[in-house]
């Protein structure tokens, strides 16, 4: 069974970008475009992995984490950042959160893949 990684993304080029390079490293996709849906998904369909945007327009990436993080079902699901948002400020911000790590757009489709195989694995190895 290939690991599933759920991307929260409000912008459907960005996500289409993302779903391609998932897809083609040998993931199952499953996406939704604000933080609300995210939760509901994250609980139901149990992801390796959430790419999650920080900027979304009704529950922001951070109190979506902040739900997902209090709630025992969704609680150890790795959660990564991917955001335009990268001045030191706002990376501490992030940090400060609690995301697992954090991932700058415009995404490198090089490192991006093989960063996201990585973590993936780390997660996958810990479930």
Not at 84 to 92: G, L, N
């Amino acid at each position: 069974m290939k690991p599933l990684i759920l991307i929260v993304e409000d912008n459907e080029r960005n996500r289409k970008l993302v779903r391609t390079i998932l897809e083609f490293r040998g993931f199952d996709v499953a996406e939704c475009a604000d933080g609300e849906p995210a939760i509901a998904l994250a609980k139901s369909r149990r992801p390796a992995l959430i790419l999650m945007d920080i900027e979304l327009p009704k529950l922001d990436g951070i109190a979506a984490l902040q739900r997902l993080r209090a709630d025992a079902e969704t609680a150890a699901i790795p959660v990564i950042a991917v955001t335009a948002s990268v001045t030191p400020s706002q990376r501490q911000r992030i940090t400060t959160a609690g995301f697992d790590a954090y991932i700058a757009k415009p995404i490198d489709v090089e490192t991006f893949g093989e960063t996201i195989q990585r973590l993936a694995g780390r997660a996958g190895a810990s479930a």
